[in-house]
């Protein structure tokens, strides 16, 4: 059986890699590819593959946002979400959001070629500590930490913001409108019940956020 592959990643060294990774397998093909998130969910949509494999942080539209929409169209689609994060967060967000699988991408190439067969069996891979915390964190509300409220894209722009980053840098990096970032800002605020950027800074460093 051949696995046809849909690749969705924003830097085209890394696609080229993975290209030549899979290339090496018998039963592995790249079947598509997009370069943003827009792209992948045009090109994904026209079917044609049996796995995807999406990045977390695409131009345009994201990897998550692009899930979502995907899951939307059918719960049955099988994908791999790829991310340089090493975090819980992204991994549970992504997972909630109906992904089949979350590797970071300095995962073993065994590893990833191994989830890849899993999944086109109609499978899922979850990492044992992942699976854990995704069965038992599961506090009362009052024990949920203020950023779990958060939108993907709110979490993306509290990040950018702890970074350093301006609103218009930010506005520019997520192809968004300055006031449409200033909005994602104030609802940040307000979800977290803070008062400025230095809050925001000291919460996500605090929290080791950006690790």
């Given at each position: ?124 891979y979850i990492d044992p500590e992942l699976a854990e915390k995704l069965l038992f964190d599961l506090g009362p509300a009052s024990a949920i930490l203020p950023h779990s409220t958060l939108s993907d894209r709110e979490l993306n722009v509290l990040k950018l913001i702890a970074l350093g980053v301006s609103l218009i840098e930010i506005s520019q990096k997520l192809a968004l409108s300055s006031k ?32």
């Amino acid at each position: 059986m051949i696995i046809n592959v849909f690749l969705a990643d924003d830097h085209r060294l890394f696609r080229d890699g993975l290209k030549r990774i899979l290339g090496e397998t018998a039963d592995i093909v790249v079947a598509g590819e997009a370069t943003d998130g827009l792209d992948a969910l045009e090109k994904m949509r026209k079917g044609g593959w049996d796995v995807a494999l999406l990045d977390v942080n695409m131009p345009g539209m994201n990897g998550l946002e692009v899930l979502k929409r995907i899951m939307n169209d059918d719960a049955k689609h099988q994908i791999l979400m790829l991310s340089t994060y090493h975090e819980d967060e992204y991994a549970i967000r992504t997972i909630r959001a109906g992904a089949s699988a979350y590797l970071t991408k300095n995962s073993p190439t065994d590893l990833l070629i191994s989830v890849i067969r899993r999944l086109a069996k109609g499978g899922k891979y979850i990492d044992p500590e992942l699976a854990e915390k995704l069965l038992f964190d599961l506090g009362p509300a009052s024990a949920i930490l203020p950023h779990s409220t958060l939108s993907d894209r709110e979490l993306n722009v509290l990040k950018l913001i702890a970074l350093g980053v301006s609103l218009i840098e930010i506005s520019q990096k997520l192809a968004l409108s300055s006031k449409t970032v200033s909005t994602y800002r104030a609802r940040i605020l307000e979800k977290m019940n803070m008062q400025n950027n230095a809050q925001l800074i000291r919460y996500v460093a605090e929290h080791k956020l950006l690790e």
